[in-house]
């Protein structure tokens, strides 16, 4: 159905670099619309067995990006109640990183 892709990132110059993120990422565009970014994931606990298929996809909105996200095949033992707390955590520490402060 799709590919499975890696994430992309770069890291600031002081930090180790891992050789399979080498590419800059890409601003999201109509490309990244039509051709979602598609990972996988695994437990190292044996207990959780199968693969996790992330599906990631921008899409152009009136004021900014929208973001999707879609995870299938996450064990029954994790509750989907859980897996929307993780990636509003994520998405909230982005926010964090990137946002700038300006003081009142």
């Known amino acids: 159905m ?13 930090f180790p670099r891992d050789p399979t993120l080498t590419k ?6 109509l490309l990244g619309s039509l051709f979602p970014h598609i990972l996988t994931d695994k437990f190292d606990d ?3 067995p199968g693969e996790i298929k992330v599906t990631i996809t921008f899409r152009p ?7 999707f ?14 897996c929307y707390l993780g990636w509003q955590e ?3 520490k982005l926010k964090r990183l990137v946002e700038p402060e300006i003081p009142d």
């Open 69 to 82: 996200i879609e995870q299938k095949d996450v064990p029954d033992v994790i509750p989907a109640a859980a």
């Open 90 to 92: 994520s998405l909230d």
């Open 2 to 14: 799709g590919r499975t892709l890696a994430p992309h990132a770069r890291a600031p110059r002081h």
């Open 46 to 48: 044996p207990s959780l």
């Open 24 to 29: 800059e990422p890409k601003a999201p565009s």
């Open 61 to 67: 909105a009136v004021v900014g990006t929208e973001l």
